[in-house]
C-alpha cells in the first residue's frame, strides 16, 4: 500500500489535513490545487481572501462539524466530506472572471460546481479510492450549490427528489454548513438558515439519510408480474415523480400501463473518444440496432475524421433513431456525446417513443484515455481529445431512466435503476 492510499484511508479515520497538506499529496493528480492561491474570490461574498484561504477555512470548519454535531459521520463517509470539502471549488480556477452586476464589478465563477465535477470524472480515477467515494464526491461537487436554491426558489416535493437522486442530502448539508462557516461575508446566518429550512424540507420529504432513495420509493411499488413490464414502470415512475409529472408514484401504474407492454430499449453512449464505446456494445448489446454518427460520416463524407455536412448527418442519425424506436427495436446511439445538451435532445426523442433510457458513461483516467487512444484503430488527434476531456460534461442520474457507469477495459464501476437484461 502506498503512502497516498494510507493517507487516504487515514481521511476514514482521525486525520484532519490542512490544505497545504492536502496540496501536497493530491496537487499531482489534480493540478487546478496549485492554482486556488492565485484565485481571487469578491470580497463581499468571500471576505476571508483567496479559493486556497477559503478552501482552508472550510476544512477547519468540518473538522469542527466532526467534533460535535457531525460526530456521527465516520469511516468512508468522513473521507467523502473531506474530500468534497478539499475539491468543491476545484474549477474556480478555470472559470473565475470580473463582471458587472447592478452596475459594480464582482467576481464570479459560473458553473464551477458543473464544471468542477466533469474534472473530477477524468481524474479522481486515478487515486486509490472506492467508487462509492468517487461517485459521491463528484456529486456533491456538482450539486453543493443547490440545498440553498431549492429553499430560495420554494421548490416542491419533484426538485427535492431529483436532487437526492443525484446526491446525498445529508452530506450536501453538512458539506455547505462547512462551506458557509469557511467564509467571511454579511449574509452568513441567513445562509445558515437557509440551510437549515433544506434540511427541514429534506426530513418532511422523507429524503433525508435514506440510503438508496430510489430503492426505498419502489420497494412496495412492485406491482408487475412481468419483470420487464417492472423494470419499465420502475424507470418511468421514478423519472415522471422526480419531474413533476406525477405526484404521487402508484399515479405510473395507470399512467404507464399500456406502454410498459412493449417498449424499446434506448442506449445512449456517454465517452470520450478511446473510452472503450463501441467494443463495450459488442459485447453486451447485440442485436441492437446501432446508429453511429462516425458510420454516418464515413458514408456521406467517405472517412469517419471528416466534419462536413455536420446538419445533414445528424439528420441522418435522428431520422435512423425514430424508425428504430417507431418500430419499438433496442437500438443504441453511438457517439462521444460529451455535452448534456446533446444527450438531452436524443433522451427527449427517446420519451416521445416511449423507450426505457440508459446512459452508459464512460469514466476513465485521462492517462488510460491517451493510452487507449492509442492503441485503436482510428486514432483521434491528440490536440481532439485534449479538447474532448476539457469540454467533457458529466451526465446526472436523472438524466435516463437507468444508468451505467464504465471504467477502463469495460469494468462495470456501478449502475442505478432497474436491470434485468444484463
Same mark, same amino acid.
Given at each position: 500500500m502506498d503512502q497516498t492510499q494510507? %493517507?487516504?484511508?487515514?481521511?476514514?479515520?482521525?486525520? +484532519?489535513?490542512?490544505?497545504?497538506?492536502?496540496? &501536497?499529496?493530491?496537487? &499531482?493528480?489534480?493540478?487546478?490545487?496549485? #492554482?486556488?492561491?492565485?484565485?481571487e474570490q469578491d470580497e463581499q461574498w468571500h471576505g476571508e481572501g483567496n479559493v486556497a484561504i477559503h478552501t482552508d477555512m472550510v476544512l477547519n470548519a468540518l473538522y469542527q462539524l466532526f467534533d460535535n454535531r457531525a460526530a456521527h459521520i465516520t469511516g468512508q463517509q468522513r473521507q467523502i466530506l473531506i474530500l468534497a470539502a478539499l475539491?468543491?471549488?476545484?474549477?474556480?480556477?478555470? +472559470?473565475?472572471?470580473?463582471?458587472?452586476?447592478?452596475?459594480?464589478?464582482?467576481?464570479?465563477?459560473?458553473?464551477?460546481? #458543473?464544471?468542477?465535477?466533469?474534472?473530477?470524472?477524468?481524474?479522481?480515477?486515478?487515486?486509490?479510492?472506492?467508487?462509492?467515494?468517487?461517485? @459521491?464526491?463528484? /456529486?456533491?461537487?456538482?450539486?453543493?450549490?443547490?440545498?440553498?436554491?431549492?429553499?430560495?426558489?420554494?421548490a416542491d416535493y419533484a426538485a427535492y427528489l431529483h436532487l437526492a437522486l443525484n446526491a446525498d442530502m445529508a452530506l450536501l448539508y453538512w458539506l455547505e454548513v462547512a462551506d458557509m462557516q469557511g467564509r467571511v461575508c454579511p449574509?452568513?446566518?441567513?445562509?445558515?438558515?437557509?440551510l437549515e429550512l433544506f434540511r427541514m424540507f429534506a426530513k418532511e420529504y422523507g429524503l433525508w439519510e435514506q440510503g438508496n432513495v430510489e430503492q426505498a420509493l419502489l420497494a412496495q411499488f412492485q406491482v408487475k408480474k412481468n419483470p420487464l413490464q417492472q423494470m419499465y414502470l420502475n424507470g418511468y415512475a421514478i423519472s415522471q415523480l422526480a419531474n413533476g409529472q406525477i405526484s404521487m408514484i402508484e399515479e405510473a401504474i395507470a399512467k404507464n400501463y399500456l406502454p410498459c407492454q412493449h417498449?424499446?430499449?434506448?442506449?445512449?453512449?456517454?465517452?470520450v473518444s478511446g473510452s472503450g464505446k463501441s467494443t463495450w456494445?459488442?459485447?453486451?448489446? $447485440?442485436?441492437?440496432?446501432i446508429v453511429s454518427l462516425d458510420e454516418i460520416r464515413t458514408e456521406l463524407n467517405?472517412?469517419? $475524421?471528416?466534419?462536413?455536412?455536420?446538419?445533414?448527418?445528424?439528420?441522418? /442519425?435522428?431520422?435512423?433513431?425514430?424508425?428504430?424506436?417507431?418500430?419499438?427495436?433496442?437500438?443504441?446511439?453511438?457517439?462521444?456525446?460529451?455535452?448534456? =445538451?446533446?444527450?438531452?435532445?436524443?433522451?427527449?426523442?427517446?420519451? @416521445?417513443?416511449? /423507450?426505457?433510457?440508459?446512459?452508459? /458513461?464512460?469514466?476513465? $483516467?485521462? +492517462?488510460?484515455?491517451?493510452?487507449?487512444?492509442?492503441?485503436?484503430?482510428?486514432?483521434?488527434? =491528440?490536440?481532439?481529445?485534449?479538447?474532448?476531456?476539457?469540454?467533457?460534461? %458529466?451526465?446526472?442520474? +436523472?438524466?435516463?431512466h437507468r444508468m451505467l457507469v464504465i471504467g477502463d477495459q469495460g469494468i462495470e464501476l456501478s449502475r442505478a435503476g432497474c436491470f434485468r437484461e444484463l
Open positions: 494510507l %493517507w487516504l484511508n487515514s481521511l476514514m479515520d482521525d486525520l +484532519t489535513p490542512s490544505f497545504a497538506e492536502c496540496t &501536497r499529496v493530491l496537487g &499531482r493528480f489534480l493540478p487546478l490545487l496549485y #492554482e486556488f492561491e492565485k484565485t475539491l468543491h471549488d476545484i474549477a474556480k480556477p478555470i +472559470t473565475t472572471k470580473r463582471k458587472e452586476i447592478s452596475g459594480v464589478e464582482r467576481v464570479v465563477a459560473p458553473r464551477h460546481e #458543473e464544471i468542477g465535477a466533469s474534472y473530477l470524472a477524468t481524474r479522481l480515477g486515478q487515486l486509490p479510492l472506492s467508487q462509492n467515494c468517487i461517485g @459521491q464526491v463528484i /456529486a456533491l461537487v456538482g450539486y453543493h450549490q443547490v440545498p440553498k436554491l431549492l429553499v430560495v426558489k420554494n449574509d452568513l446566518p441567513q445562509q445558515l438558515e437557509l417498449y424499446a430499449h434506448l442506449y445512449v453512449m456517454c465517452g456494445i459488442d459485447k453486451h448489446l $447485440s442485436g441492437y440496432e467517405g472517412k469517419r $475524421s471528416c466534419q462536413k455536412n455536420q446538419g445533414r448527418i445528424m439528420q441522418t /442519425a435522428k431520422s435512423r433513431l425514430k424508425a428504430a424506436l417507431g418500430k419499438k427495436h433496442n437500438v443504441v446511439w453511438d457517439a462521444t456525446n460529451i455535452r448534456q =445538451d446533446f444527450r438531452e435532445m436524443i433522451c427527449q426523442l427517446g420519451l @416521445q417513443y416511449g /423507450a426505457l433510457i440508459t446512459i452508459v /458513461a464512460f469514466q476513465l $483516467s485521462e +492517462t488510460a484515455l491517451r493510452t487507449n487512444n492509442r492503441n485503436r484503430r482510428h486514432v483521434v488527434p =491528440d490536440e481532439v481529445l485534449t479538447s474532448q476531456i476539457a469540454r467533457f460534461q %458529466w451526465p446526472a442520474r +436523472t438524466e435516463g
